[in-house]
């Protein structure tokens, strides 16, 4: 076949427009919150306190995460401890978690030791360490301060589950994807509070807004005494405990 | 004698450097003389390049990276998600009456589902899920039977003592539990 | 489908008392480790001109190449999702070691290893190109790029090249291993691998290991072959291997005397699991078995007069345990980083499954699949004159 020069670069121009066109048809959708959502990411920045001397370690929280996000069994995006301090040995705590305070705790009435629950979960860190090693950007700090992990995107590596010094992150058993408190986010851009807060019966636990200048966290942070876990990883850890002893781990 | 195109090649070179070659034009001429394979590799390497590049245009979605090193698309997929507890206010726009004897006692800031499990489903549509009333005799001590963990202020008791083998709804009203 | 639920002593968070990293996790460090010390022992030949290692130095790139091209799958059969594996290329994450080292990896793998062989053997690719038949004929073909250019310029061109090549892969392959290193030592949620330390140690243990395994690989090809063993080179080899391993076996106790002296809150836990979990692994298999053996075996031939098959005998043995040591150390760093809790008050055990894709049989499957891939490199680029066509 004889084409002339003007015939063969018209043919190559719509050939190169056309497969762009294709390529921009098989394009992954792009991702943005809904549209019609009401929910700005701007205005939030989230967190969560914790009040030591309200929980009474019934586990209701960790009953109602596993239930609000299917979680596996045998794993926990959030949990509880029981500790015992006998006197001044703070190196030597007694911990016990038995499926992770999930059914309650036996009863325990030893004398003489200091005893509480600390219930724990992601501290959803702005400075996160796990966000930090994810060689693919699978996991991230949202705009609105919480701790992610795109399940589409994962690998499945688990570097994030080791460089969490919480130990909060693991891998699903069955999806081989890095899995961890989400912080409820599906519930909290839709104006309902987290799975665990709502199950909590004594308020030790609850959501926080630290961009709301209502929110009851300023005048928690600000008349009492605050701790996070593990402050010397320098985490920007948002999970702020009230009454932490010097003793939990 | 004949270089690789077939043509002639006259020594010019007055003076040569330690490589080999002569002055910067005629030695370039040489090094590229001697490094055809290398130049062939270089290409071979481009077209690597040039692939990888398309390969990655083709798959990466094209608002990666706008908020952040990852995929925006994650975020409206994880909020995508179905609430399974229905939260308590949304109890209490059906149940008012239940809801205001429960805000006048120690359990007001009990919410409904802490007790009666998640009813999303049923605060939807009551139809399609029947709420099951929990059994007073297992949880009621889950959280009021008494352990020196729990702060001292919290009502608990030695439920033996208490109540023998009687379940606690015999007595207390769980909306309700102050006598 | 999870099996066994490993054996609890004290108190672990919850989510630990599995382990994340298997042994397919070892392996990994340990192969990557076998292709910067088998190209370290190419440079000594090449850039520093030791002459004595000469006959060796083919023999250690492709035994470099062999190993390399292994050392992926290991990655693999870990990950969730390996079929998404091409995302790390593709949107690396900057702060990510892991992500960063699978640029370092492609960069060793073509821009060093490949080009560097390729730029070696190019003579010997065109000659039998023109000489050999059938499929052999095309495969040699294919690798010469189309170019049959054999006169003396291009091949000065090629030795120039080469050495630059050599030179920048001196470095490269101490960021090749040090990357590793740097991957654990930079985790500073475990104290068992957080230290700056720790890039240096994997590197040096690199070096000692891929020595090691190169002694074995060219006494047993000569072996096979029956062909004279060039002593001068084995105990050059064996020397080198010597010296490395002091700097290796030193800064292994520094760090173990620093925790010591300094007995932070972590050191009490990881002193208790060195004593029980890891002691044999640690104690036994890596320092006395692994390293002050094979360190007691080279040193003597250094001082006393042994005879040329008194002393390959020992040579031999020093090398497989030092291979044998070098693995537990792979073992103790990961393995043992996953036994005790972040809480330090309390340990888990290892569940290693056998024939499972993270399990003991695909581990040593890997170990093994460099070796007949050595093999068909060797048949396909012979580091030997005699051989060519």
């Not at chain 1, 076949?1 to 043919?11: I, K, N, Q, T, V």
């Not at chain 2, 245009?57 to 994650?74: V, W």
């Not at chain 3, 390959?312 to 497989?320: G, L, N, P, Q």
């Amino acid at each position: 076949m004889d084409l002339s020069r003007r015939e063969l670069l018209a043919a190559a121009g719509k050939f190169i427009v056309l497969s762009g066109a294709a390529l921009e048809a098989f394009e992954s959708p792009t991702g943005a919150l809904a549209a019609d959502s009401k929910y700005r990411m701007a205005d939030h920045w989230w967190a969560m306190t914790i009040d030591i001397g309200k929980c009474i370690g019934c586990g209701n929280c960790v009953r109602a995460c596993a239930s609000e996000n299917d979680v596996p069994e045998g794993f926990f995006r959030t949990w509880v401890e029981r500790y015992e301090v006998n006197g001044e040995d703070m190196e030597h705590p007694q911990v016990e978690s038995p499926a992770g305070g999930m059914h309650g705790f036996p009863v325990r009435n030893t004398p003489g030791v200091k005893s509480f629950f600390v219930p724990k979960l992601c501290n959803h860190c702005a400075e996160s360490p796990c966000v930090q090693v994810c060689p693919v950007g699978a996991t991230y700090v949202s705009p609105d301060g919480v701790v992610l992990v795109d399940q589409q995107y994962c690998v499945g590596c688990g570097y994030c589950v080791q460089a969490c010094p919480y130990g909060c992150r693991y891998l699903h058993p069955t999806k081989h994807v890095a899995d961890k408190c989400t912080l409820c986010y599906h519930r909290i851009t839709k104006g309902l509070t987290t799975a665990c807060c709502e199950a909590c019966p004594t308020a030790a636990r609850t959501l926080a807004d630290l961009k709301n200048p209502k929110d009851p966290v300023h005048e928690f942070l600000r008349v009492n005494a605050v701790q996070v876990l593990k402050p010397d990883m320098a985490t920007g850890a948002k999970v702020f405990y009230k009454d932490l002893d010097g003793s939990v781990r | 004698m004949l270089d690789l195109w077939g043509a002639r090649k006259f020594d010019r070179c007055a003076a040569k450097d330690w490589w080999g070659a002569c002055s910067l034009t005629s030695g370039m001429k040489r090094i590229f003389e001697g490094s055809e394979h290398l130049i062939r590799l270089a290409l071979v390497a481009a077209v690597l390049v040039l692939a990888f590049l398309a390969i990655r245009y083709a798959l990466i979605p094209r608002d990666f990276g706008k908020y952040g090193h990852y995929r925006p698309g994650s975020l409206t997929e994880i909020a995508a998600r179905t609430p399974v507890f229905a939260g308590r206010d949304a109890c209490a726009s059906c149940h008012v009456d239940i809801a205001t004897a429960k805000s006048k006692g120690p359990h007001a800031n009990v919410g409904c589902e802490a007790c009666h499990g998640p009813l999303g489903r049923h605060a939807q549509d009551f139809t399609s899920q029947k709420p099951v009333l929990p059994d007073t005799a297992k949880l009621c001590v889950t959280c009021h039977e008494a352990d020196s963990a729990k702060p001292k202020t919290f009502p608990q008791v030695v439920s033996r003592e208490h109540a023998g083998d009687a379940a606690c709804g015999v007595c207390h009203n769980p909306h309700q539990p102050k006598l | 489908m999870d099996a066994v639920i490993p054996n609890v002593q004290g108190f672990m968070y919850p989510n630990e008392v599995q382990l994340t990293w298997s042994v397919l996790i070892v392996v990994y460090p340990y192969i990557t480790g076998l292709v910067a010390g088998a190209f370290i022992l190419a440079s000594l030949a090449r850039v520093f001109n030791i002459a004595a290692v000469q006959p060796i130095y083919r023999l250690s790139l492709l035994t470099a190449l062999a190993f390399l091209l292994v050392a992926p799958l290991p990655l693999q059969l870990h990950l969730g999702h390996p079929e998404r594996s091409y995302e790390m290329y593709m949107t690396p994450h900057r702060t990510s070691a892991m992500a960063m080292f699978g640029f370092v990896y492609l960069w060793y793998l073509l821009v060093v290893l490949l080009l560097e062989i390729w730029l070696d053997y190019r003579k010997d690719i065109i000659l039998a190109a023109r000489s050999r038949t059938g499929v052999m004929k095309w495969v040699y073909s294919a690798l010469t790029l189309g170019s049959r250019n054999i006169d003396a310029k291009s091949l000065h061109v090629d030795d120039r090249v080469g050495w630059v090549v050599t030179l920048i892969g001196i470095p490269s392959a101490f960021l090749l291993h040090g990357y590793v290193g740097f991957i654990f030592g930079s985790v500073k949620a475990n104290p068992w691998w957080s230290s700056p330390l720790m890039p240096v140690v994997f590197i040096f243990s690199a070096m000692v290991s891929g020595i090691a395994v190169v002694l074995l690989v060219y006494e047993t090809v000569a072996h096979l072959r029956k062909r004279p063993i060039d002593m001068a080179c084995l105990d050059t080899v064996a020397k080198y291997l010597l010296y490395i391993f002091i700097v290796d076996f030193s800064l292994e106790m520094l760090d173990l005397v620093h925790r010591m002296y300094e007995a932070n809150q972590s050191f009490r836990a990881l002193d208790f699991m060195v004593h029980t979990q890891l002691y044999l692994s640690q104690i036994v298999l890596q320092i006395e078995l692994g390293t002050l053996v094979p360190i007691g075996l080279l040193a003597l031939v250094q001082v006393g007069k042994f005879g040329a098959i008194l002393r390959r005998r020992i040579y031999t043995v020093a090398a497989a345990l030092t291979l044998i040591g070098i693995f537990f150390m792979r073992w103790n760093v990961v393995i043992g980083g996953q036994l005790f809790s972040k809480s330090f008050l309390g340990y888990t055990t290892y569940k290693m499954a056998f024939a499972a894709r993270e399990g003991l049989l695909p581990a040593i499957a890997l170990l093994i699949l460099p070796f007949p891939i050595l093999w068909g490199l060797l048949k396909l680029l012979p580091p030997w004159e005699e051989q060519k066509v």
